[in-house]
């Protein structure tokens, strides 16, 4: 369990695996990812390929992000959130090989900014994305926001509003992502075969130049930790985060 990188041909893929909570994620994983990116950076031919056992990312651990609150100050919340947490994105950006993100279950909230931080997206039949964040009573920590206005302009209001569940058909119909009809690894794996005709010295300048175009800057993430970490530390997220976990007790299910 954890984070491990296996290779697929010429791709090499990371895959995010805390079954026990639908890889909801911890501030100390997002410094595994990140690991894990770089270190399949440098076994990749063609790609790298995030996914999940299971579900893709179904959030930030709430539980972990809770106790954050009661014990930390916003400044020390702020540094967790960009220094452990926007690890993961940064990883991404930097990657020499194009990245393609394999969604085969839920990504919410920071699994859904994880997605849109690759590349390329592949959706398969039980894979769906959620915005997340604001039901939380957040905003999209790692970015989610810019990332979101890179892919599909005006969208982000819509799904703040609704908090749609994003099927396949609907994340292409929005031009998000591709629709994975036999399961989005797979379809994550054969578009790295094709890739692999390229030389990787190539796809690594269209990386570099493509993602200089449409990506936030640093200070967009930079003011996105802070303003997330003042939201995190707030009492209402407390009280909110209280509620939820709850709810999700077994004397509640």
Known sequence: MGV??????????VIMDWPERRNALRPQDGELIAA???????LAVSAVVL????????????????DLSASHTPAEIETLVYGR???????????PVPTIAAVDGPAVGLGFDLALACDMRFVGPKGWFRQGWAGAGLIAGTGGIGLLARLAP???WPLIAS??????????????AEVAASG??????????????IDREVLGHYCRMERQVTWPDD????????????????????????RVLAAQSPGNA
């Open 4 to 13: 491990r990188v296996e290779t697929a041909g010429p791709a090499a893929v």
């Open 36 to 42: 894990a990116i770089e270190d399949a950076a440098e």
């Open 51 to 66: 996914t999940g056992a299971g579900a893709f990312c179904a959030g930030g651990d709430l539980r972990t992000f809770a």
């Open 85 to 95: 947490i926007q690890a993961m994105v940064r990883a991404l950006r930097t990657c």
């Open 154 to 156: 005006g969208i982000s």
């Open 163 to 176: 908090q749609e569940k994003l099927t396949a058909a609907r994340a292409a119909e929005l031009g998000l």
């Open 184 to 197: 989005a690894l797979a379809a994550a794996t054969a578009r790295a075969e094709a890739l692999a005709a």
């Open 219 to 242: 200070a967009f993430f930079a003011e996105t930790a802070r303003v997330q970490a003042g939201l995190i530390g707030s009492a209402r997220f407390r009280e909110l985060a209280a």
